[in-house]
């Protein structure tokens, strides 16, 4: 299954921030809706950035409890690598382990569709494994 099939199973809500909310109102969207980043959205509506819990700690222990009043453009990564709807789920994970990110934000025809987690991917895994185990059970009990 591709990017897009475990989007259409999983819903394609996005949690965005504009890069002038604070990290502190980025921290409590995060809290809110159990989730470790968010997608910054420029005023084009393109991706501006991503800022992750991780970001928000470095941040605080860099520069203090006083870095929360600050804006995410200071803090987001800028770089943002994007997947697409066609890519794999071993495609994701090559990305992931390469660049050390959790997060991926999905795009298609240059529009913002989703964000792939880490934990999509390992969900996404876990049912392939299960699917192919069962599958050999019935193929040994059948011969």
Not at 13 to 20: G, K, L, M, R
């Amino acid at each position: 299954m591709n990017v897009g099939g475990i989007l259409n199973n999983k819903g394609r809500t996005v949690e965005t921030a504009s890069p002038e909310t604070t990290l502190q109102e980025v921290a409590g969207v995060l809290g809110a809706k159990k989730i470790g980043a968010l997608i910054i959205l420029g005023s084009n509506g393109k991706i501006a950035g991503i800022l992750s819990e991780r970001d928000i700690v470095r941040a605080i222990a860099e520069g203090g409890a006083s870095t929360l009043k600050k804006p995410a453009s200071e803090f987001m990564t800028e770089k943002v690598i994007t997947c697409s709807e066609s890519d794999t789920v071993n495609q994701l994970m090559e990305s992931m382990t390469q660049g050390r990110f959790r997060h991926l934000p999905v795009v298609h025809n240059g529009k913002l569709t989703g964000v792939m987690s880490i934990g999509d991917v390992v969900k996404h895994r876990i049912a392939e494994a299960e699917f192919e185990a069962e599958e050999m059970k019935r193929y040994i009990s059948s011969v």
